[in-house]
């Protein structure tokens, strides 16, 4: 069962009493007990958490065994067994063999001990912070055998191992799970079609067997099972939204009742309305919305059809689920243009009619279908994969129960291109995406920061008032889930006010050129003072930025309580592709970020007392990049000076529609289909109006000069 949305999977089907299931804490396999070998003769079996492979029977005495429970590091198993002489139940337990286990089940190889930490010598390395011992870090971390450490990966282990490593070496100690090193997590992963998915319609003028993959798609969203036949009923785009800064209320439904009933619906949203309108009803479009209405309303399932008109890369959606996605409890189905225009036409409606008009802004009345049923078996296997964290407390024998100051870098990557996030170029498709600056720079600073900490403490200069917590996170690009994890287990279901004095983190500082940017200031009134006195001895250019809503592992924390400053040198042409190798950064800089940041943790921790907290009004359109139908490929240094009005841009994606229009690096964006561009903001809610193969103008400031270039959008999708 996912807690979050109660949806349900089934993983055996052996026609007998299952039970009393218990996960062996890796994730990836559970034991249970059943009676398969006759109706009182209890075994323990084992089943894979995916369900791809029959059960295997673990235990051999007639009788009752039953009621497993592993030991918290997997190594031991606790179960109840009426083995004894007197055949009365008693508990027994035993030594536990993982690695028999996962080869008899056929899942891979046999994990490592999840608390094992590499070897490090840093015998080359020294207590100061050095270009040539943060560039030692990088071309490890970033190297061939990390394989992109993408989050859950065999190269995430061995990169978070390694760091664990030097945390070791260092004399740190350990602040993860059960006094490990490392802190896991679990995640979605993505899903699979199982063997039982089947789609029946019936009330059609001629009959019809829906074929799976041609006509017909689960949805990734949808819950698995049986959904009995029930009526259909049409609701245009199932979108239901509340009028706003001049745009009226939208409602799909109206007065339809669909108690009981399958809604079919439009994907994406109509299309040749007012650009206002696209940009406000988009938060209204998206999936997981039109599909929490449908089941607000009362219905049983979803039906999403694509429509003639739409410009879509395919007219079934993708199945497709990654570590942002929630399931539903309904039933959720994509079907064909072909399918969806017989259903309708069973009551004499024309899809591509219906469509028509409500692109064109027209008030269509939902209506049901009288006659027509449908009824699926839906089988969806959702992936689930275990990443971890790396964390390490400097402890200070003065702390006297003060929240420690924490400092952070991800070290997750893009893997082979795993995701949405690549920026590859066709011709380097499944390359290793090293990761050199995106972060394998940040995590060398917080490395070196350590060392250059720990060696005062042990010289006996560094009279902490507070600990200092170093931490490596996991799952960054898959949507900060390494530190959003850390933050929820913290806060315990309150915020981290006097938990955490601070969090400072760095992500992507191995590029510096003209200065630092140091993001998240407005977060608290103490940093423009600590920046300015630990800067002087470093003398770096810095540029701030107020906004503490970042696309990075700081905003969890910020949003439960805790002033953040990040740190980052900006975007470049080599970010998220297989090009950010270690041989481009520049490790003088790295060094520099590392002593300020480090230099400003030392004097946070040294405070009696904590930073304020300053709460500051989140300016952004709402949007997600996965929200937007269009799509530019166009790369924003998102990292640029406050007092800039406009986008800086990096350049573009190479063959993508604004390469094609003319932009170059260096241009500053400053309008957008008639939208002045002042902030990144700007830049999303301009995109949220744009329409799929309609050219627009796109203006830019190029060497002073105000250029007008024309962009014709494609579909993200």
């Given at each position: 069962?996912d807690?979050a ?6 993983l055996?089907?052996m026609?007998?009493m ?15 007990a059943?009676?398969?070998e ?9 089943v894979?958490a ?11 005495t ?5 009621l ?7 190594k ?6 009426n ?5 009365q ?6 030594d536990?063999?993982?690695?028999e286990?996962?080869?008899?089940l ?6 490592e001990d999840?608390d ?7 015998t080359?390395?020294d ?9 030692l ?7 061939e055998?990390?394989?992109g450490?993408?989050t859950?990966s065999?190269?995430e282990r061995q ?8 945390f ?7 602040a993860?799970d ?14 699979t ?9 019936e009330?059609?003028?001629e ?7 041609r006509?017909?798609?689960?949805l ?6 049986q959904?009995?036949?029930?009526p ?8 239901v939204?509340p009028?706003?800064?001049g ?5 799909s439904?109206?007065?339809l ?7 079919m ?8 309305i007012?650009?206002?309108?696209r ?12 599909a ?5 309303r009362g219905a049983?399932?979803l039906?999403?059809?694509t429509?003639?008109?739409a ?5 079934l959606v ?10 539903t409890?309904?039933a ?6 072909d ?12 899809l591509?009619?219906l469509?028509r008009?409500?692109d ?5 009345e ?9 009824a ?8 689930q994969?275990t990443?971890r ?11 006297a129960?003060?929240?420690p100051?924490?400092?952070g870098?991800?070290i ?5 291109g ?5 920026l ?17 720079s ?29 931490a490596?996170w ?12 850390f933050?929820?287990q ?19 500082v ?8 140091l993001q998240?200031?407005?977060s608290?009134s103490?940093w ?5 006195r ?21 905003t ?22 297989p090009?950010d ?13 590392a ?12 405070a009696e007392s904590e ?14 990049r996965?929200?937007?139908?269009a ?5 924003p ?12 841009l ?10 094609k229009?003319?932009?170059?690096n260096g241009?500053?964006?400053?309008g957008l289909?008639?939208?002045d ?16 193969g309609e050219?627009t103008?796109l203006?830019?400031?190029?060497n ?5 270039l ?6 993200r999708?």
């Amino acid at each position: 069962m996912d807690l979050a949305s109660g949806a349900e999977r089934q993983l055996t089907r052996m026609g007998v009493m299952s039970w009393a299931p218990y996960f062996h804490p890796s994730g990836d396999y559970l034991i249970f007990a059943s009676n398969r070998e006759g109706f009182a003769n209890f075994e323990l079996f084992m089943v894979d958490a995916e369900g791809r492979g029959e059960p295997v029977r673990v235990t051999n005495t007639e009788g009752f065994d039953g009621l497993p429970v592993f030991s918290p590091d997997g190594k031991r198993l606790s179960w109840t067994s009426n083995r004894t002489a007197s055949k009365q139940s008693q508990i027994f337990i035993a030594d536990w063999d993982d690695d028999e286990a996962r080869r008899l089940l056929g899942i891979g190889e046999p994990a490592e001990d999840a608390d094992k930490v590499a070897a490090v010598d840093l015998t080359p390395t020294d207590g100061s912070i050095r270009a040539e011992d943060a560039r030692l870090h990088v071309e490890h971390l970033s190297s061939e055998d990390m394989a992109g450490r993408f989050t859950g990966s065999a190269g995430e282990r061995q990169a978070t191992a390694y760091v664990a490593g030097v945390f070791e070496q260092l004399g740190l100690q350990p602040a993860g799970d059960r006094g490990s090193w490392f802190q896991t997590f679990r995640f979605s992963a993505g899903a699979t079609l199982g063997a039982d998915n089947r789609l029946t319609v019936e009330g059609l003028a001629e009959a019809f067997e829906p074929r799976l993959d041609r006509d017909w798609r689960p949805l990734a969203l949808s819950r698995s099972g049986q959904t009995d036949a029930a009526p259909v009923a049409f609701a245009g785009y199932g979108i239901v939204a509340p009028d706003a800064d001049g745009v009226p209320a939208y409602d799909s439904y109206g007065d339809l009742d669909v108690t009981g009933k399958w809604v079919m619906v439009l994907r994406f949203q109509p299309d040749s309305i007012p650009p206002t309108w696209r940009r406000h009803l988009l938060h209204y479009s998206d999936l997981a919305y039109k599909a929490a209405v449908a089941k607000r309303r009362g219905a049983i399932g979803l039906i999403v059809v694509t429509g003639p008109a739409a410009v879509a890369s395919q007219q079934l959606v993708e199945l497709k689920a990654d570590a942002a996605s929630a399931t539903t409890s309904l039933a959720g189905v994509s079907i064909s243009d072909d399918l969806g225009a017989r259903v309708l036409a069973v009551g004499g409606h024309d899809l591509a009619e219906l469509q028509r008009r409500l692109d064109d802004g027209e008030t269509v009345e939902a209506f049901a279908l009288p006659g027509v049923t449908l009824a699926a078996s839906l089988d969806i296997a959702r992936k689930q994969r275990t990443a971890r964290n790396v964390v390490a407390r400097l402890p200070a024998p003065q702390a006297a129960g003060r929240p420690p100051v924490i400092i952070g870098a991800h070290i997750d990557h893009l893997g082979y291109g795993e995701g949405s996030g690549s920026l590859a170029r066709e011709d380097e498709r499944g390359a290793v995406h090293h990761g050199a600056d995106d972060n394998a720079s940040g995590v060398a600073a917080l490395l070196e920061s350590a060392q250059y900490l720990s060696a005062l403490r042990a010289q006996g200069r560094l009279a902490a008032q507070r600990d200092i917590l170093f931490a490596a996170w996991s799952g960054e690009e898959l949507g900060t889930l390494g530190s959003s994890h850390f933050v929820e287990q913290l806060a315990d279901g309150g915020d981290l006010k006097g938990k955490v004095s601070a969090y400072l983190n760095m992500d992507m500082v191995g590029h510096l050129k003209t200065k630092l940017y140091l993001q998240g200031t407005g977060s608290s009134s103490a940093w423009s003072r600590e920046i300015e006195r630990r800067n002087v001895p470093v003398g770096l250019p810095i540029a701030t930025k107020q906004d503490p809503y970042l696309p990075t592992d700081s905003t969890p924390f910020y949003m439960q309580g805790v002033p953040i400053l990040s740190a980052f040198t900006g975007a470049h042409e080599d970010y998220s592709t297989p090009r950010d190798t270690a041989d481009k950064l520049n490790y003088e800089g790295v060094r520099d970020v590392a002593r300020l940041m480090s230099g400003i943790a030392r004097s946070l921790a040294l405070a009696e007392s904590e930073p304020d907290y300053l709460a500051v009004e989140r300016k952004q359109s709402g949007l997600a990049r996965r929200h937007l139908r269009a799509y530019l490929g166009t790369i924003p240094a998102y990292g640029q000076d406050e007092a800039i009005k406009g986008v800086k841009l990096q350049g573009a994606v190479k063959g993508g529609p604004a390469e094609k229009a003319g932009i170059q690096n260096g241009d500053m964006l400053v309008g957008l289909a008639g939208v002045d561009i002042e902030t990144i903001h700007d830049f999303m809610t301009a995109l949220a109006g744009l329409k799929v193969g309609e050219t627009t103008d796109l203006i830019v400031v190029r060497n002073g000069e105000r250029l007008s270039l024309e962009v014709t959008p494609v579909a993200r999708e």
